[in-house]
């Protein structure tokens, strides 16, 4: 068993020496508002009763035609838009979620044990844009973190074997006896396994082509294929080549699950940099607890100019009988171990599990972060969490394939024409953004509305790029 959290000579969740040294957060950095005014605990603050109450008998709503914009859901799109809007413009907003927190599926808490952890599943913030680097700054410390997955996958002879993932020199000859030494021989060794796809332009059609034309039949046996199945319900020849096209081919020992320059956590937890951007701004306003839909339907939405909808976009045209949209959720099987040996369950934060034989598709142990609480000392215990993938719940990842698309076509036509309403974020664009994207994306649309008064998207979603979808 590991003895420690998973660390480097550079300190705890740091990669190598040679690729830590291209992450470009080296130390502590950025403004926690809250902890400089005084705040001292480091777990989500109470919410003010009125706040949680799930009414909105109490809002003070605004004279001159109600809040400038009503707010659906409380995730980053959504929050980004107020803020800016509050900070720059001075206008009012209203944001209404049907959850009790802030934060929407970046909420994290502190457990019971003492232990920082994710409500909805780990989330670790990398970005290549400096905008949303400085942007996030703004809100919250931030620590250097180089996000690094292993495996227990299965080797040519059927023994489990902890790798890195994505595959380095160190996966190939753990699993196949590769022998590959350098960046050169690992480069040949892909280029013996790749299958080119057999289509006229010599492009991928599908996943399962997208993945043997990047990593050949060994890795994609043995490492994504069954996971990709765990993840979807969807064999890879089922989804669209874009999910699998994104596989990192690495010929270096760099084990780094990310290449971008900045790569992060926040030093006092992601729900710290909602309190930071929303509480205590006097043109905004929130109500937890409340269901857009109801309110509307029994004509009770406080009086306002423009409503910012972040939820999913089938959902807003469920009333027109259309088909709905597939999307993929999470469940947690979340457990605490009391006495693991060396005060940790596994090698690291997150080992994933590829083989079919295992019904989840990972393992993650928040205890391995470093900005776990420093209010007191960390238990001896720890907390483990499995993520199995589900087609039932809160809805977390859009199904990219022929079928979704050309149904999302259908509702983004609707919602081009829907007057007074603006469609923001992943599950409103059926798009999986990062964290970064999703920032960027609300600062374009802000930039809009600050340059012509309109609140709308400077680019299309799929112009963002591809995200990390399910890991």
């Given at each position: ?167 380095t020199r160190e996966t190939v000859n753990a699993l196949f006896s590769a022998n590959v030494n350098t960046d050169e021989e ?84 992601y729900t710290r940099i909602f309190e930071n951007m929303l509480l205590g701004d006097e043109n905004i306003q929130i109500r ?12 009770a939405l406080p009086k306002h100019k423009l409503v910012v909808f972040t939820g999913q976009i089938d959902a807003y045209y ?154």
């Open positions: 068993m590991p003895k420690g959290p998973f660390a480097s000579s550079v300190g705890v969740g740091r990669a190598e020496p040679e690729w830590a040294k291209l992450n470009k957060v080296d130390g502590i950095c950025g403004r926690d508002v809250m902890h400089q005014s005084g705040e001292k605990t480091e777990a989500p603050l109470k919410l003010e009763d009125e706040i949680t109450s799930g009414e909105c008998e109490s809002l003070i709503v605004p004279e001159d035609g109600g809040f400038d914009l009503l707010i659906v859901g409380a995730g980053l799109s959504g929050s980004v838009i107020a803020e800016r809007c509050s900070k720059e413009l001075n206008m009012t907003s209203l944001i209404l979620d049907k959850r009790d927190h802030i934060g929407g599926n970046c909420y994290d808490f502190v457990s019971d044990e003492g232990i920082r952890c994710s409500k909805y599943g780990a989330h670790l913030f990398h970005t290549n844009f400096e905008r949303v680097w400085e942007y996030v700054q703004n809100f919250s410390e931030w620590i250097p973190f180089d996000h690094r997955v292993k495996g227990r996958v299965e080797d040519e002879n059927k023994e489990l074997k902890l790798v890195p993932i994505p595959p690992m480069q040949k060794w892909y280029d013996e396994q790749r299958v080119v796809p057999k289509s006229e332009d010599g492009q991928p059609r599908n996943g399962e082509e997208a993945a043997l034309s990047r990593v050949g039949p060994l890795l994609y046996e043995a490492v994504f294929k069954h996971y990709t199945k765990k993840q979807w319900d969807k064999y890879p020849e089922e989804l669209d080549a874009s999910v699998l096209l994104r596989l990192p081919c690495r010929t270096t020992t760099d084990d780094r699950y990310f290449s971008d320059p900045w790569q992060a956590l926040p030093r006092r937890g937890l607890n409340c269901d857009f839909f109801e309110l509307k339907k029994s004509n469920a009333s027109l009988g259309m088909p709905k949209l597939e999307y993929r959720s999470l469940e947690f099987e979340n457990t605490y171990v009391e006495e693991p040996e060396d005060g940790y369950y596994q090698e690291a934060m997150v080992v994933n599990y590829p083989s079919s034989s295992v019904p989840f598709t990972r393992i993650v142990e928040y205890k391995h972060t470093p900005n776990q609480p420093s209010e007191q000392p960390l238990p001896r215990g720890t907390l483990i969490a499995k993520e199995y993938s589900t087609d039932v719940g809160e809805p977390y990842y859009p199904v990219p394939n022929p079928e979704n698309r050309a149904l999302y076509e259908k509702y983004a036509a609707l919602a081009e024409k829907e007057k007074g309403v603006c469609f923001v974020g992943r599950l409103a664009s059926y798009k999986y953004f990062n964290m970064d994207q999703a920032i960027l994306n609300a600062l374009e649309m802000y930039d809009n509305m600050k340059e012509n008064g309109t609140l709308e998207p400077k680019r299309k979603p799929e112009d963002f790029g591809p995200g990390d979808g399910p890991k």
